[in-house]
């Protein structure tokens, strides 16, 4: 396609107000379609065991914001406070700033905003135990490199991440039929896949394709999409950046 841009799809759960903002400052618009859902785990006696435990673990380690979200949430409901836990290691600059209004206290952050560099900088790693709160379907990239180095991890899952709802699905339908969008933004590998199941490559329009990072780059490549659009940072906002200057 041509380097026009109109609208974005938007294929997150929760719209982010700096992305929205940024393109439509550039008189783009925005169509917001998730194709993933995250839902909270229910506490059960298996997560009350590992939060009890977290004594004995000599960091934390989060590697998303929704991870932060839902740890925050049960150790709320336990009424476990920030400032109990052992040091708090956490993947970029948006996943600090939440941890830190959610009441804990990140150390210092990698030099890049990926589970493998942060594996890779953790200091003093080889003999120590790590907790990982996670999605059902995280990456091992984090865990590896820690386990490389020496480490253990413990991984806990906090959320789960599901498919598209069926309405989802059959607005993203409806809005490619009609090529109501000349960029799809992805966030997640997660929702590339849904992405590419749901709209095979007959029926997907010829739309740009910008993705957050290496690791949902690599993925939209898998599922046989040309990543068009890859910002230097990953983060929300340079993405929508990134677009923009795309576009122009």
């Not at 590992?50 to 979200?69: A, E, K, W, Y």
């Not at 700033?97 to 594996?119: D, H, K, N």
Request: hydrophobic share 45%; aromatic share 6%.
């Amino acid at each position: 396609m041509s380097g026009r841009v109109h609208t974005v799809l938007d294929t997150r759960p929760v719209a982010s107000p700096g992305f929205s903002a940024a393109l439509e400052a550039a008189g783009i618009a925005v169509a917001n379609v998730p194709l993933i859902r995250i839902e909270g785990v229910q506490p059960g006696d298996e997560t009350a065991e590992v939060l009890q435990r977290l004594p004995s673990f000599d960091g934390v380690i989060l590697t998303s914001m929704n991870g932060v979200r839902h740890f925050a949430s049960l150790l709320r409901n336990a009424a476990i406070a920030p400032d109990r836990l052992p040091p708090v290691f956490v993947v970029g600059p948006k996943t600090a700033e939440l941890a830190r209004a959610e009441g804990f206290a990140p150390q210092a952050l990698p030099s890049a905003a990926y589970g493998a560099t942060l594996a890779a900088e953790l200091p003093d790693v080889q003999g120590r135990r790590f907790l990982q709160p996670c999605a059902d379907i995280a990456r091992e990239e984090t865990a590896d490199g820690i386990r490389a180095r020496g480490g253990t991890v413990e991984q806990l899952v906090v959320y789960r991440t599901l498919p598209p709802s069926d309405a989802d699905a059959i607005r993203l339908a409806e809005i490619a039929a009609r090529s109501g969008y000349d960029c799809a933004a992805f966030f997640s590998p997660s929702a590339v896949r849904h992405y590419a199941a749901l709209l095979p490559r007959r029926i997907r329009p010829d739309a740009a394709i910008a993705v957050i990072g290496n690791t949902t780059a690599a993925e939209a490549k898998d599922c046989g999409l040309r990543v068009d659009i890859l910002p230097p940072q990953q983060t929300a906002e340079a993405l929508a950046e990134a677009i923009v200057e795309w576009a122009r």
